[in-house]
């Protein structure tokens, strides 16, 4: 792990650590420039900002769907630049979330586990319990 100018080295391990950053869709306009932060584990961050300052750019790139032009992006201690995002084991909620409007709340949640072939367990991961009983 290298030295940053903003955190400086760290002794233990984050969740998830990002170290100057820089991405853009054209080497010429980077979107993102020197971003580093940490989030520890089991830690709740926001992002906030105005319409186009890099939030969801920042998402997108944590979870492997845009390329990082420069920097390094630890998951859980192991570098993740290069890891597919079917790998990193990251999900991500976004303020207008979109529902399939044919399924019940239980089945939007059920969906992509099934994807993912935990057909067998989705049951013991979801309560069909409603919180207003």
């Given at each position: 792990?290298?030295?940053?100018?903003?955190?400086?080295?760290?002794?233990?391990?984050?969740?998830?650590?990002?170290?100057?950053?820089?991405?853009?869709?054209e080497e010429s306009k980077?979107?993102?420039?020197?971003?580093?932060?940490?989030?520890?584990?089991?830690?709740?961050?926001?992002?906030?900002?105005?319409?186009?300052?890099?939030?969801?750019?920042?998402?997108?790139?944590?979870?492997?769907?845009?390329?990082?032009?420069?920097?390094?992006?630890?998951?859980?201690?192991?570098?993740?630049?290069?890891?597919?995002?079917?790998?990193?084991?990251?999900?991500?909620?976004?303020?207008?979330?979109?529902?399939?409007?044919?399924?019940?709340?239980?089945?939007?949640?059920?969906?992509?586990?099934?994807?993912?072939?935990?057909k067998k367990r989705i049951?013991?991961?979801?309560?069909?319990?409603?919180?207003?009983?």
């Amino acid at each position: 792990m290298q030295n940053t100018k903003m955190l400086g080295k760290r002794e233990s391990m984050s969740k998830l650590e990002l170290y100057n950053i820089y991405a853009g869709y054209e080497e010429s306009k980077p979107v993102l420039k020197d971003i580093s932060f940490f989030v520890e584990k089991g830690e709740f961050i926001v992002l906030l900002g105005t319409s186009g300052c890099g939030k969801t750019t920042i998402l997108n790139l944590i979870a492997g769907m845009i390329p990082i032009s420069a920097g390094e992006l630890y998951i859980d201690g192991v570098k993740s630049n290069d890891t597919p995002p079917r790998k990193r084991n990251i999900a991500m909620v976004f303020q207008n979330y979109a529902l399939y409007p044919t399924m019940t709340a239980y089945e939007n949640i059920a969906f992509p586990l099934q994807n993912a072939h935990y057909k067998k367990r989705i049951s013991t991961r979801l309560s069909r319990a409603s919180p207003l009983n």
